[in-house]
Each structure stands twice: as C-alpha cells, then as structure tokens.
C-alpha cells in the first residue's frame, strides 16, 4: 500500500555542509551510489543471473510443467512444445526430458543474454544519471543525528513536502528481507519461459527505493531526480526550520542564527537539548515567533 506524503521531512547534515547549505540557499542531490551502502543497489551492479544457474533453473521448471497434474498455460514456442509433449508423451522420466530441454536452453540463452544487454545498459545509463535527496519522518533520532552528524554535532533541516516544487517525486524507502537485484532469477525465469515482456528501466525508482529491514526504524523517504537535477533551491525545498543538534559546537550555532535572522529570517529556529539523565531528545523555540 502507498503510504502517505508527510506534511514534513528532515534532512540530516554535518555542520559544515549545513552552513554551505543556507548560506547558498542552495541543496546538493546525490547519485544512487553515495546514497546506497555497499550491499544494496547502486548504479554499477550486474543483473543477469548465472547463465548455468539460470539453464538449470529453466530445465527444472520445465521438466514440472512437463509431468506436473495439468497443462502449462501460455502461448510461447516453449510453453506450446510443451503441451504438445505433453500430449504425446514424449519423454518417459524427467531425466530423458532434461537432455533435449538442456540442449534447447543453451540455444535459447543465447539470443536471450544478447536481447537484455541492451536493457541493461539503458537501466545502467538511467541510475547513473538519477540524482537523490534521502529525507527522513523525524527531527530527534539519535542515532541518525550521530550517523550523518560529525565531531562538531549534526544540523536538521526540515522541507514542508507538500508545498516545494522539488519534492515531486518522493518514495517511502520499503524495508525488506530480500535483497533488491535488476532482474531477479524469477523474473527473468518468466521472460524466457512465458515470454514476458522485460524492462528493468520502469523499475528504477522501485528496486532503488529498497534497504534492509533492519534499517527500518530510520524511516526514510527518497526524492528522485531523474533528469540529473545536481541542485535545488531552498525555495523550492520549502524550507521552513532548522534544528540545531545536541551538543552543536556554538561557532556552527552563531553563523546559524545570524543567518536565520538575516537571509533565512523566515525560517524557524530550534536546539535540540538532551533530556536530564536521559537520551531523549527535546526541541526548544531560540526565536520568540517560533511555533512548534
């Protein structure tokens, strides 16, 4: 199910790229591959499975649609020789079946590797050329203002995301078990078996949209910038509040402030202070018209 647009998303940023940030009015996207750690999907991963693995895959697949309880459906050269061996009864065990099915997948791989190069190509050209905004649904977590903060703290932005021109196009990051792949062996079983039809390209933003359930309680969103937008202005952004992380060297924390009350006066300005004894995190106004 699509999960709603939040009125509000956070980016997180050392202090030094948050003083480049507002004092530019200017935001720097990313490429998928600053963005995505090394075990998730970037733009220079293959896709095509293992030849062999694929052949063997297929071979199996086949031999239960040959002696499985009922005819195949589909209308494939495959699928219809098929159900012509099928009817026959062609082939008396699966071992006998696997000697012609395995000299006519070496035939069909082939053409079929020589069709998907091309897909994968454009699919390699697309995801090199998309830029992204990696945005998060709170202001206060701890472990993401540690992560994306350094030695100085960590500084929050917060976008109204309803109202910018440049969040046209944001994703819920979807965290999974699975590990996201191009083309996975499924899908690429029913493209030579069944003839379905293969276009890794209209699944960019979806398989780049995937990271690790364990990840989960980061609860990020991603904006996408297919065209290679490498800048968006802070107007665009909807910028409307900056944090300031706990424990913020007060340098950072001074050339924050003049800016908000010079060419940021718009915006709202908070401190993000420990609780007493404990890790919770409290948000407190440090201009009078705040509002929470």
């Known amino acids: 199910m699509t999960q709603a647009l939040p009125d509000k998303l956070y980016l997180y940023c050392p202090p030094a790229e948050a003083l480049t940030v507002l004092s530019s009015a200017k935001l720097n996207t990313l490429s998928c591959d600053k963005i995505n750690q090394f075990f998730e999907l970037g733009a220079e991963q293959h896709a095509v499975t293992d030849v062999d693995k694929l052949r063997r895959s297929a071979i ?84 993401l203002l540690a992560e994306h903060g350094d030695n100085s703290g960590c500084v929050v932005l917060c976008f109204e995301v309803n109202q910018g021109s440049a969040w046209r196009l944001v994703r819920a990051v979807d965290y999974r078990d699975s590990r996201p792949e191009i083309l996975s062996l499924k899908e690429q079983l029913a493209a030579l078996i069944y003839g379905n039809k293969l276009n890794p390209a209209n699944k960019l933003l979806e398989k780049l949209s995937i990271r690790a359930r364990v990840f989960r309680s980061e609860a990020q969103w991603r904006s996408f910038y297919p065209d290679g937008d490498t800048q968006l202005t802070l107007d665009d952004c909807a910028l409307s509040r900056v944090y300031l992380g706990p424990e913020l060297k007060s340098e950072v924390a001074e050339q924050i402030t003049a800016l908000s009350s010079d060419k940021l006066s718009h915006i709202k300005l908070y401190q993000l202070d420990f609780a007493e004894a404990s890790y919770e995190i409290k948000a407190r106004a440090l201009k009078p018209d705040n509002d929470k």
């Open 60 to 143: 199996r697949h086949s031999i239960s649609l040959i002696f499985g309880p009922n005819a195949p459906q589909g209308d494939t050269a495959l699928i219809n020789a098929i159900k012509r061996w099928r009817d026959s009864e062609r082939f008396a065990t699966p071992d006998e079946a696997e000697t012609v099915l395995n000299e006519l997948f070496e035939k069909m791989l082939d053409q079929y590797v020589n069709e998907r190069q091309a897909q994968l190509e454009q699919w390699h050209k697309q995801a090199q050329k998309l830029r992204i905004v990696p945005l998060y649904e709170k202001y206060d977590d701890l472990k």
